[in-house]
């Protein structure tokens, strides 16, 4: 009986070539567990890693990528468009085949304590790993970034990190820890430099603000290339799936004189999402079935995976 989870770091690091390679090459060569893509962004400067295979080997071998990261990563002297509060800033555990969302929370939790007790990195455990019901969103784990977080847990027992001390470790800053469903990291950009639009429109998307069901949105500006994006992580792709949240960006940049020009999924999509995306043109750039979860899956592994979760 295969029992596969999937795991989707994401490092504080995405113009260092030799440093993306270094976390990769940490994650590499577990017996059990899979690097099955690598997603850089230098604007974002972002490095988002999708493990998967066994519970424990998967597990390690985020730890693995957690101390190098604390090693060649400085927090103190990062720059970039995402929020973010630490070096490995974030590790989610998704249950994909034979393992429960229950599992997964245990992992998070072990994997939390291991970052302090190997590190000294703190963790705040969030999604359904939250032990807090304000920590269920990661947004308010990452209120005030890095620099807000580092002077807040001196000063407020209710920004202190639910393993470690109430510090940040000086240069890998901290972690969030979680279990969840399987996300979809989904940007698309706007042909303006106006990064006030594409806040306004994932204002009006994001469902915090009233907008769409299951959705999270910044605006962003990409000064590589002259142009604003609206980043957004799809949390639940059956309730609200990539063509809807195109269609309705779309229908907010012709409000503000402005178009697509393009969209892009950030590491591996579901079938199931571009199945339900059937006929509607997502404009994405340089898309291939290699991006496909399941597709990756087999691939990697040489098994060919039970349908995942719906």
């Keep these: 009986m295969n029992r596969l989870i999937e795991c989707v770091p994401n490092f504080s690091e995405g113009r260092n070539a030799a440093t993306i390679d270094a976390l990769v090459a940490?994650?590499?060569?577990?017996p059990g567990a899979w690097v099955l893509d690598r997603t850089s962004d230098a604007d974002h400067n972002r490095t988002v890693i999708t493990l998967a295979g066994e519970p424990e080997a998967v597990a390690e071998a985020a730890l693995r990528g957690a101390g190098v990261a604390a090693k060649l990563i400085d927090m103190t002297r990062h720059t970039g468009v995402h929020p973010r509060i630490g070096a490995t800033d974030v590790i989610p555990f998704v249950p994909l085949e034979n393992v429960s969302?229950?599992?997964?929370?245990?992992?998070?939790?072990s994997v939390g304590q291991e970052l302090w007790d190997r590190f000294r990195i703190p963790a705040y455990f969030y999604e359904a790993a939250a032990t807090r019901p304000e920590r269920v969103n990661l947004e308010n784990v990452r209120k005030g970034q890095f620099e807000g977080l580092r002077e807040a847990v001196l000063r407020n027992p209710g920004r202190a990190p639910d393993i470690g001390e109430p510090r940040l470790h000086p240069t890998a800053g901290a972690t969030a820890v979680g279990a969840r469903k399987l996300l979809i990291a989904y940007n698309i950009l706007l042909n303006t430099s106006d990064v006030s639009i594409a806040g306004q429109?994932?204002?009006?998307?994001?469902?915090?603000?009233?907008?769409l069901p299951c959705v999270k949105a910044i605006g962003v500006e990409l000064k590589a290339r002259g142009l604003a994006q609206v980043s957004i992580n799809l949390t639940d792709f059956q309730v609200t799936p990539p063509h809807r949240v195109f269609e309705m960006v779309k229908r907010e940049a012709e409000r503000y004189g402005c178009a697509v020009v393009e969209s892009e999924i950030i590491g591996l999509i579901p079938r199931r999402a571009l199945e339900l995306a059937a006929g509607h043109d997502l404009q994405l750039?340089?898309?291939?079935?290699?991006?496909?979860?399941e597709n990756r899956l087999a691939a990697a592994t040489g098994i060919l995976p039970a349908p995942l979760p719906k």
């Design 101 to 109: 969302m229950e599992e997964c929370v245990a992992l998070a939790r």
């Design 285 to 293: 750039e340089n898309f291939s079935p290699a991006q496909i979860l």
């Design 26 to 30: 940490a994650m590499s060569g577990i």
């Design 201 to 211: 429109i994932a204002r009006a998307i994001r469902s915090s603000s009233g907008g």
